[in-house]
């Protein structure tokens, strides 16, 4: 009997996707350029399952059911292009090609085009979850040549988490890289999340002077709120973790934030498709500050920067910054949402954004109960166009507004820096202002540059210059957007 997959690259997310598979009675061809890590594999975690091993790619492409599917679970950039540069000659018109890694989505575009004209599918796919995740149950985004996707479905949609209805965390995103676009969004929301939840561990650390098992405890208890996801319940876990000498092991955890770049890819596609996506970006400038460290250190000597005490009641501040961490979170999840619709718009993807809140619900680092609220806003409107005009959202924004401006306010008085919890308010306070100070801005790019400007009271798309100084003469620059 011939296998049903092939999996190429055998690390851990690759060996835990193959038992995945295998759990779910699927025959998993593996293989991987050093030989030994096959064997080492076959004769390890793969011992007494199903699993077949191919020491070369024509061995594991013989060893394929047509038309034959091989995943790709290595890393992303010119790996993924040598591979595919290899496979295509032993391959035939309808097979397929599937790249489960964190691609950016602009490649897996190229890729599909340029193997539609050979006759090969390909699919790139978002997988979520860490190695866990790929073992029981990751989030699957997959998007590329809609042919390949019912042969492919089944399995993934096997292998992926499932939602407490028992839905799969698994569907078609759409054409080209849309699958790994969203699974950028995804990222980026990650960045987001983890951002937030940072601000306020700091404020109250700094802020409050709270222990790390008080912090502790509030995080347990956020996680039985609205808050319920993945991240806050690993930061309490985090926080009440101790190092060998009883102390947090956090505290001794050097304070410089790393990062593989697909948080960084999604403030830079923002910027392309003019999509304010404020807090994402900021929490990407936040790990880019938080890496400079020794000037942090010089600095703070330098302005002889004081301890930042909150006074007031504990209480009472540890409940208004839940309110702003949520707060926030919904602004990113909506400016997160707002980039995706931008995107399905520009490329014709036709996202179903309640499908990705579906795909984010379960196996993903973003998994939260937060994800099904979303997806309920877009089964009311699936083209809604903020997240939090939808009433649910709305009610919370509107609930928390007063605790998020003390909170912001607060860590603005005292200097605890929380970029991504106030930029989320001030792109808020911007977005619900009908009259922006930007006809001020109008006005000087003409006066310097004759860039002209609309007017309020004549039709859109009528422009209108001034010779501001008698000066700078009648002739205006044509209008264009970069
Ligand atoms: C996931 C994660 C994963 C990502 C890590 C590290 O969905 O399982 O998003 O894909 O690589 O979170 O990302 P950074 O190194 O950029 O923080």
Known sequence: MKGDIGVIGLAVMGQNLILNMNDHGYKVVAHNRTAEKVDDFLQGPAK?????????LQELVDKLESPRKIMLMVRAGDVVDSFIDKLVPLLDKGDIIIDGGNTNFPDTNRRVAALKEKGIHFI????????????????????????AWPFVKPIFQ??????????????????????????????????????LITEAYQFMKDGLGMTHDEMQSVFIEWNKTELNSYLVEITSDILGYKDTDGEPLVEKILDTAGQKGTGKWTGINALDMGIPLTLITESVFARCLSSLKDQRVEAEELFGKKESIVEGDKQVW????????????????AQGFMLMREASNENGW?????????MWRGGCIIRSAFLSNIRDAYDIDSELSFLGSDSYFKGILENSMSAWRKVAAKSMEVGIPMPSMTSALTFLDGYTTARLPANLLQAQRDYFGAHTYERVDKPKGEFFHTNWTGKGGDVSSTTYNS
């Open 48 to 56: 007494g399952t199903n699993i077949v091993g191919a020491y070369s």
């Open 124 to 147: 790139g796919s978002g997988v979520s979850g860490g190695e866990e995740g790929a073992r029981f149950g990751p989030s699957i985004m997959p998007g590329g040549s809609p042919e």
């Open 158 to 195: 096997a292998i992926s988490a499932k939602t407490e209805n028992d839905e799969p965390c698994c569907d078609w995103v759409g054409n080209d890289g849309a699958g790994h676009f969203v699974k950028m969004v995804h990222n980026g929301i990650e960045y987001g999340d983890m951002q």
């Open 318 to 333: 540890i409940e208004a910054l839940r309110q702003a961490l949520l707060a926030s979170k919904i602004i990113s999840y």
């Open 350 to 358: 036709d996202l179903n954004y309640g499908n990705v809140a579906l």
